[in-house]
């Protein structure tokens, strides 16, 4: 069995437990009707073929999930604080980010935490120059753009790491799912 049809199966077996999920009922019934929305979803919803490159390294990614819960965090208590404190609201403000990623798809992974991370939101984001536009709730001072800025470092220096790595750029086959 090759990849591809791996990769379709686990994720037919994802979208089933998705649909036994929502419905909250573990039955027959519900696992085959699972099942049979999964495969239209998979089949007559195809997506556009991926290219992978990179590699998966378990140890980074586990760092990475530290630091992205660490960061959503302590972002959540800053969030409340601005929403209790006596004074106004912050200033916010939209925000450029040059990013190093190479992949499509570890740039959207990218977004996807910087989107998690309470506070903040990825407006648009300029594949060709691999350049994200962020808006940041607390942008009042220097050292609230500067923290800023090192989070989003960090999080970008744990995710080619746990993807990428630096000078690994491999060429992989193109997936579909």
Sequence with gaps: MNRQNVLRLGVLAWLTAVWVALWGDLSAANVLAGGVVAL????????????????????????????????????????????????????????RVALGIQSDLVLVICTDLLNLIPGTMVLEIDRQ????????????????????????????????????????RHHGPEVQV
């Design 40 to 95: 239209i979803v998979v089949f007559a919803l195809p997506l556009p073929r991926i290219p992978v490159t990179g590699r998966f390294h378990p140890l980074s990614f586990l760092e990475l999930i530290a630091a992205a819960t660490y960061y959503a965090l302590e972002s959540s208590v800053q969030v409340a604080w601005f929403a209790l404190r006596p004074a106004g609201p912050p200033v916010s403000g939209v925000l």
């Design 129 to 168: 120059r691999c350049v994200v536009y962020v808006h940041v709730l607390d942008v009042g001072s220097d050292k609230a753009v500067d923290d800023f800025y090192r989070t989003t470092r960090r999080l970008e220096r744990l995710i080619i790491d746990a993807f990428e790595r630096r000078g690994e």
